[in-house]
């Protein structure tokens, strides 16, 4: 006959071996999480390494792509040099009669100082601007009608060497250098200098508005540009420095040979207009009148874009 403490002692190990065993299987189970969950992980940061790679490819393969120069239409080149042509032919249209312009021909840009032709704070035209006003009118509707529409052509033999070019647009820009003004001041500033710009063109020239492009837009845009485009001041090219001269001795009278020019005294031939007083060299450039020639390019028109190729000046 067995004893009751014998029992209870053979139920107490079996349920010890049990509890035992579960803790195994909870163990063997958070160790084979663990080593899940890291195999995760690791997949994890493969998957976003992998991404970045391709990423990576993909930007590599685009720069590659733009970096690639991209065939231009041969009449695209056409386009570019009869526009060149007309800004020479204002230029030295101009310049012959005594207005020096700046000009980037290829670029479609002919560039004109307003701080010479209206005074620091005005809006009307000086009387050397009335003059570079009605001489750039003149220019202007001499040379766009053979460009555009809504204009008898002035002459056969005047257009003929921009008979291949159509023009898109013209925008006249007036811009300034705020300086002591506030934003607004200058903007009403170069809006006001636009409208005595137009007037002054129109007086010359009366059928300017009425040019048209191919697309019937009007051609010419004049506006006051505020100061949103300032310049950088122009580099100075470095002079050789003059030799000193001798003083003159006891044996010498002191005159100055008259057989030679003195280069530190007098005015040059052909002064330029002085800079305004109380401005530095870049507002003097800031202060500007830029004519910027767009011009389309025929048969170049596509989905999406039916006015085709167009040339813009991409200088500031």
């Known amino acids: 006959m067995s004893h009751p403490a014998d029992s209870f002692s053979k139920d107490e190990g079996y349920y010890a071996s049990m509890a035992d ?15 899940f969950a890291l195999d995760v992980r690791k997949d994890r940061v493969d998957a976003v390494a992998e991404a970045e790679a391709k990423a990576e490819a993909r930007i590599k393969a685009k720069l590659d792509v733009t970096a690639t120069p991209l065939e231009r239409p041969a009449k695209a080149d056409v386009e570019i040099m009869v526009r060149a042509r007309l800004i020479e032919e204002i230029r030295d249209f101009l310049a012959s009669r ?17 701080g010479r032709y209206f005074a620091p704070a ?11 006003v009605s001489h750039l009118g003149e220019a202007l509707g001499r040379w ?29 820009e007036v811009h300034a250098e705020p300086g002591q003004q506030t934003a607004a001041e200058v903007d009403s500033l170069t809006g006001a200098r636009a409208v005595h ?11 300017l508005l009425d040019l048209r492009n191919d697309a019937a837009e009007r051609l010419v845009d004049i506006r006051g540009m505020g100061a949103q485009w300032p310049l950088e001041p ?12 001798p003083a003159p001795g006891k044996g010498t009278s002191g005159k100055k040979d008259t057989g030679k020019k003195d280069i530190g005294s007098g005015a040059p031939a052909t002064a330029e207009p002085a800079q305004p007083p109380g401005q530095t060299q870049n507002q003097a450039r800031s202060q500007r009148i830029d004519l910027r020639f767009d011009v389309a390019v025929p048969g170049t028109e596509q989905p999406g874009q039916p006015g085709g190729l167009i040339l813009r000046p991409t200088s500031k």
């Open 21 to 35: 065993l579960m803790a195994g299987m909870l163990f063997i189970f958070i160790i084979i999480a663990m080593v």
């Open 122 to 132: 005005g809006a009307m035209p000086l009387a050397p601007g009335q003059t570079m």
């Open 98 to 114: 005594g207005i020096q312009a700046e000009g980037i021909p290829r670029e479609g840009l002919l560039r004109l100082p307003a």
């Open 234 to 245: 122009a580099p100075v090219e470095a002079k050789p420095a003059e030799p000193a001269k």
């Open 144 to 172: 766009l009608p053979c460009m555009s529409n809504g204009a008898p052509q002035p002459d056969s033999a005047v257009c003929q060497p921009f008979a291949e070019a159509r023009l898109r647009t013209v925008r006249i």
């Open 197 to 207: 710009l137009l007037s002054g063109l129109l007086g010359v020239s009366p059928r």
